[in-house]
C-alpha cells in the first residue's frame, strides 16, 4: 500500500490560450519515490509539470502538495510554499554567468539548499569547470548546473524534464547516477523521460500519458512484463 501522497494531481486539465491541451490527469506520489511520466512528444508530459508549477494560461482540478491545495495558489508562489524545483527542457542557466556565479545565484525555496561542496561532489564535472562561463559549457555541462541550481535552493520535490536529451552516454550514465543518489538522500523526484532505458531502473513507478490522459500506470516491478505494452505505447 502506498504511502500518502506528498504531491498528487487530480482531474488536472490544461489550457494554452484556446488550446485544451490536459484532459484529467492524474498522478501521485509519495515522499522519496521517483516516478517517471513517459508518451510520445505531445503527449502532454511537459504541459503536466508546467500545469503542476501553474505555468499554463489556466488550469482546473486539483493538484495537492503536503495535503494542501495549490490548483489557486499564484503561479510565482507556488516553489517556495510547495518546495519545489522545476528544471524545464531549455534548462535556464544563465549563460553570461560562470558555474560558479549561477550557483551562487538560486532563490530559497525551503531549508538545507545544498553547499558548493555538496555540489561539487555531487557533480565534479562542475567543479572543473565551475570558472568558466555558461556560454562555454557542453550540453552535458549546462544539464547538470541546471540540477545543481535546483538543488541550491533546498527543493525536495524536483520536477526534471528530458534531463537526458541529446547528451553522450558517459553523461547519462553520471545524470543517472546522481538522480539515485538523490532518491537515497530522500529527494522526491518526477522525471519526464523520452529514454526509457535510463528511466526504468529509477523509476518506483511508470504513468503514460497520451493525448492529455494519463492511459496506463505501471509498477517499477512490473516493468519486465509490460515490456509489449510499453513499446506500443512509445513506439521503440
Not at 47 to 63: K, N
Request: proline residues 3%.
Amino acid at each position: 500500500m502506498m504511502a500518502a501522497p506528498l504531491l498528487k494531481t487530480s482531474g488536472l486539465n490544461a489550457w494554452y490560450g484556446e488550446s485544451h491541451v490536459l484532459h484529467g490527469i492524474d498522478i501521485e506520489i509519495a515522499e522519496g519515490e521517483l516516478i517517471t511520466l513517459l508518451g510520445r512528444n505531445g503527449a502532454g508530459r511537459t504541459t503536466t509539470l508546467r500545469a503542476i508549477m501553474g505555468m499554463v494560461s489556466r488550469r482546473t482540478g486539483s493538484v495537492t502538495i503536503r495535503g494542501r491545495e495549490f490548483i489557486d495558489i499564484a503561479d510565482h508562489r507556488i516553489a517556495p510554499l510547495g518546495g519545489i524545483g522545476y528544471c524545464p527542457e531549455e534548462r535556464g542557466i544563465f549563460a553570461s554567468l560562470n558555474v560558479e556565479e549561477n550557483l551562487m545565484l538560486p532563490p530559497s525555496v525551503g531549508k538545507d539548499g545544498m553547499s558548493l561542496d555538496e555540489i561539487y561532489r555531487m557533480f565534479p564535472n562542475l567543479k572543473e569547470v565551475r570558472k568558466r562561463m555558461g556560454t562555454r559549457l557542453s550540453g552535458g555541462e549546462q544539464q547538470m548546473l541546471a540540477i545543481a541550481r535546483i538543488l541550491r535552493t533546498g527543493a525536495k520535490l524536483l520536477l526534471l524534464d528530458e534531463i537526458t536529451e541529446g547528451l553522450a552516454p558517459v553523461i547519462v550514465k553520471a545524470l543517472g547516477e546522481a538522480i539515485m543518489r538523490l532518491k537515497a538522500q530522500g529527494y522526491t523526484i518526477v522525471l519526464v523521460e523520452q529514454n526509457f532505458r535510463f528511466a526504468a531502473p529509477l523509476a518506483d513507478r511508470h504513468y503514460v500519458i497520451e493525448h492529455g490522459r494519463v492511459i496506463d500506470r505501471i509498477e517499477g516491478g512490473d516493468v519486465a512484463a509490460s515490456m509489449d505494452r510499453l513499446n506500443h505505447y512509445l513506439s521503440v
